[in-house]
């Protein structure tokens, strides 16, 4: 029992502690690439290379004036950043980091929320996300603020469902809904060389899963839903100080939530990276720390991807958006998903 | 035992967002002037009331979501079990014959413009 205890603590420490731990990096990662990207030089003065600014940037979150304006609906105005945070954390309950290994004897699973519909919990929660911009939105009073909760909403209602094409064409390959499974069936290489990865099976669902990814995460280009130029700052701007910082967390943790999701379904997950397998054939007791090292580094470098995009692309027009959403993914989507089973059926009979 | 440790993950989420609040409530420099207290409308007064009518068009896309999600949500259970099925061949007609009502069903909605945006 007090194993269990202690298991559970544990693995909820570090399941909360990588991504809120990485989300200061992330920050610092996005402001410094914006600078490179444009050639700018990006905040540089506190500490070296400026490594401090997240740092400072907390402090002052918590130092600054609340402002609580009299027209909101002041329950909801409150709830509204902390329902955004929490449902933005909860999809991480269902990734693992590594497969499962025994540890004196135990045999640990290493998510927080071990169930047979994993990847289905991570989907409707990170589908949640939508209630706290919506909450926020409409408790805010304000015209822009409900304006961009509603436009975020349909955006992220329209997107899902490429999303979940893809999701389903990918489950129908793999033959299970076990993350477990589907990133066993990632795991090794074709023709010696090539990584078993599901982008290379399915591309044209990894790309519309990438589409939909930037589209759930309200990132450029499509950010539709805080569009400066045209609704100033959409569904948080009402909100100062640590609740305007409870948003901010809330997007970064909800890309890399998503990020994961991707890398699990399309980039093997957990399995090593190519030339790892050298390390580990040596010493097999590190296998989980480098199977972790490896779904660190892949969803790292999709954090890098989003940012590199968001400071590349300009903006979506509003009807462009939804007319890409329905007119063009979401068949692109039910295509690949007949012709994949078409193929599968005729290719075993 | 899963539920459990699910339990005391989210109950750590919540207390985690609860405290922040806090935090900078308790921090928070304190001030009351009242032109912060208003709405935000770009510096000019506010004019009317935020809970005017939107677009049609949000509502008709939320529908038909809920229409085009469910009918994906009924395919999940599909893939889990097709490769275990006894008989595929039926498993892939009925796939076939259910993709062809969704497919009647969005050249419908296409067709009648409810998810034309541009005017």
Request: net charge neutral; proline share 5%.
């Amino acid at each position: 029992m007090l194993e269990a205890i202690i298991e559970i603590l544990l693995k909820t420490a570090v399941i909360l502690a990588l991504p809120l731990g990485a989300l200061p990096i992330i920050i610092h990662v996005e402001r410094r690439g914006a600078a490179f990207i444009q050639k700018r030089l990006g905040p540089n003065r506190v500490g070296p290379l400026g490594l401090l600014q997240p740092l400072a940037d907390v402090a002052k979150f918590m130092f600054k004036e609340e402002v609580h304006p009299s027209h909101v609906r002041p329950f909801f105005y409150t709830a509204a950043p902390v329902v955004a945070l929490v449902v933005a954390i909860l999809p991480l309950a269902c990734i693992p980091i590594f497969a499962p290994i025994e540890i004196f004897g135990r045999s640990v699973y290493p998510e927080v929320f071990k169930s047979d519909m994993g990847i289905f919990f991570a989907f409707a929660a990170s589908a949640l996300g939508s209630y706290g911009i919506l909450l926020a939105g409409w408790a805010s009073n304000n015209k822009y603020s409900m304006l961009g909760a509603i436009r975020a909403c349909a955006q992220m209602v329209s997107y899902e469902l490429s999303l979940s094409t893809s999701l389903v064409a990918m489950i129908f390959l793999y033959g299970s809904n076990d993350i477990h499974v589907m990133v066993a069936e990632q795991t090794g290489y074709w023709f010696g060389f090539l990584p078993k990865w599901g982008f290379f099976l399915q591309p044209v669902a990894a790309m519309l899963f990438l589409i939909g990814i930037f589209a759930e995460s309200n990132r450029l280009p499509f950010d539709l839903a805080e569009g400066e130029s045209e609704i100033v700052a959409g569904y948080h701007i009402e909100y100062s100080s640590m609740k305007f910082a409870l948003f901010f967390m809330a997007e970064y943790i909800h890309m890399i939530a998503l990020s994961a999701l991707f890398i699990i379904m399309f980039f093997g997950g957990y399995s090593l990276l190519p030339g790892m397998e050298l390390i580990a054939d040596r010493i097999p007791a590190s296998l989980a720390i480098l199977q972790a090292l490896s779904l660190i580094i892949k969803v790292a470098s999709m954090i890098w991807f989003f940012v590199w995009v968001r400071w590349s692309f300009p903006r979506f027009r509003y009807d462009q958006l939804m007319n890409l959403g329905w007119e063009r993914l979401l068949p692109i989507g039910i295509a690949n998903l007949i012709v994949t089973v078409l193929f599968v059926y005729f290719r075993n009979h | 035992m899963e539920f459990a440790s699910f339990a005391v993950f989210f109950i750590i989420a919540c207390t985690l967002s609860a405290v922040l609040l806090g935090i900078s409530s308790l921090l928070g420099q304190k001030r009351k002037a009242i032109r912060e207290m208003d709405i935000y409308e770009s510096g000019v007064n506010p004019v009317g009331s935020a809970t005017r009518q939107y677009d049609i068009k949000f509502f008709l896309t939320a529908i038909l979501f809920l229409l085009f999600d469910v009918e994906i949500v009924f395919l999940l259970p599909w893939a889990m079990a097709y490769n275990g099925a006894p008989d595929q061949t039926f498993m892939m007609w009925g796939f076939v014959f259910f993709m062809a009502i969704l497919l009647v069903g969005y050249i419908f909605v296409i067709n009648s413009k409810a998810l034309k945006w541009e005017e």
